[in-house]
């Protein structure tokens, strides 16, 4: 039997085991080690058989990359169409939810698969069913000293624009341009990670760090930063949230983890133009809050 790990993502281990060679290469972060593992590990079985989904329910088109469906028996399948001999067609099964998991392929691939890339819906799902957390469409970032900052935002929100700014201006560690993951723990109310699936400025770091403060963020001439009520936050935060829409129960999680942190942290909108200097405004700006509150 072949075992491979790989390296945390937000605490998490992902195990991958097969009868067979398991041959993987790097995805877009081609140094990613991991964060700090404090979680059992997601496992996976990777076997040869049947990739159709049968008679199961379409709950969600992510084409090209993936649909997910919920099949009789109420399982959830997430089906991968075979992109090129790197990305062959894959069937994801949810054997325990949050912790094995069931991967079919009709044939040992040919060639070394990019697993990390596969692994983002696996974790995707894996969080709120173990109500850890949630993934978050965001740009993320740790300021020595102060914590984590959470900007959340659609795809044309500035994501990535700000992980550029950010970068050439400010003197902070850039969790991701695009998907961070949100976590409560027990040893603190909520924290942000890190992950290996970046935006287009490929910005990834296997840190993490308490939530201080959650910025939604958005492109102004004139600078300007206003606090928000957890009334008018959670309705943006929906949209940026990764949650199986089709599972009444983990909804319902992660609509009270969203409810916990709006009501623990504070949140903000801000507007500025995508130069220079607007980075260490927002830093600035946010350190400004913080000793005033």
Same mark, same amino acid.
């Given at each position: 039997?072949?075992?491979?790990?790989?390296?945390?993502?937000?605490? &998490? !281990?992902?195990?991958?085991?097969?009868?067979?060679?398991?041959?993987?290469?790097?995805?877009?972060?081609?140094?990613?080690?991991?964060?700090?593992?404090?979680?059992? =590990?997601?496992?996976?079985?990777?076997?040869?058989?049947?990739?159709?989904?049968?008679?199961?329910?379409?709950?969600?088109?992510?084409?090209?990359?993936?649909?997910? %469906? &919920?099949?009789?028996?109420?399982?959830?399948?997430?089906?991968?169409?075979?992109?090129?001999?790197?990305?062959?067609? @894959?069937?994801?099964?949810?054997?325990?939810?949050?912790?094995?998991?069931?991967?079919? @392929?009709?044939?040992?691939?040919?060639?070394?698969?990019?697993?990390?890339?596969?692994?983002?819906?696996?974790?995707?799902?894996?969080?709120?069913?173990?109500?850890?957390?949630?993934?978050?469409?965001?740009?993320?970032?740790? &300021?020595?000293?102060? #914590? #984590?900052?959470?900007?959340?935002?659609?795809?044309?929100?500035?994501?990535?624009?700000?992980?550029?700014?950010?970068? @050439?201006?400010?003197?902070?560690?850039?969790?991701?341009?695009?998907?961070?993951?949100?976590?409560?723990? =027990?040893?603190?109310?909520?924290?942000?990670? #890190?992950? !290996?699936?970046?935006?287009?400025?490929? =910005?990834?770091?296997?840190?993490?760090?308490?939530?201080?403060?959650?910025?939604?963020?958005?492109?102004?001439? %004139?600078?300007?930063?206003?606090?928000?009520?957890?009334?008018?936050?959670?309705?943006?935060?929906?949209?940026?949230?990764?949650?199986?829409?089709?599972?009444?129960?983990?909804? @319902?999680?992660?609509?009270?983890?969203?409810? #916990? &942190?709006?009501?623990?942290?504070?949140?903000?909108?801000?507007?500025?133009?995508?130069?220079?200097?607007?980075?260490?405004?927002?830093?600035?700006?946010?350190?400004?809050?913080?000793?005033?509150?």
């Amino acid at each position: 039997m072949t075992r491979v790990a790989l390296p945390p993502v937000a605490g &998490v !281990p992902i195990v991958h085991e097969a009868d067979f060679d398991l041959r993987f290469r790097s995805w877009l972060v081609h140094d990613w080690s991991g964060s700090r593992a404090t979680e059992s =590990a997601i496992e996976v079985r990777h076997v040869i058989g049947d990739t159709s989904v049968g008679a199961a329910r379409l709950v969600y088109d992510g084409l090209p990359w993936n649909q997910i %469906h &919920v099949d009789p028996e109420g399982r959830t399948l997430v089906h991968f169409k075979a992109i090129d001999t790197h990305l062959p067609e @894959q069937l994801l099964i949810s054997v325990e939810p949050g912790f094995r998991y069931e991967l079919r @392929q009709a044939a040992v691939p040919s060639e070394p698969i990019p697993q990390m890339a596969r692994d983002l819906p696996l974790l995707t799902l894996a969080l709120p069913s173990r109500g850890r957390g949630a993934l978050v469409h965001a740009c993320g970032f740790i &300021v020595d000293g102060f #914590g #984590g900052v959470l900007c959340p935002g659609i795809s044309g929100a500035g994501k990535s624009t700000l992980a550029r700014l950010l970068a @050439q201006d400010a003197p902070v560690t850039i969790l991701s341009d695009d998907r961070v993951v949100l976590v409560s723990e =027990a040893s603190r109310p909520f924290s942000i990670w #890190g992950t !290996p699936w970046p935006g287009d400025a490929l =910005a990834a770091s296997e840190r993490d760090g308490p939530l201080r403060a959650i910025v939604f963020i958005g492109r102004g001439e %004139h600078h300007r930063l206003q606090r928000l009520t957890p009334g008018n936050a959670v309705r943006r935060f929906y949209g940026v949230l990764g949650i199986p829409l089709w599972d009444k129960v983990l909804v @319902q999680t992660a609509l009270e983890l969203v409810d #916990g &942190v709006l009501a623990a942290v504070p949140a903000y909108e801000a507007t500025y133009p995508p130069v220079a200097g607007s980075a260490n405004w927002l830093v600035d700006s946010l350190l400004n809050e913080a000793t005033n509150a």
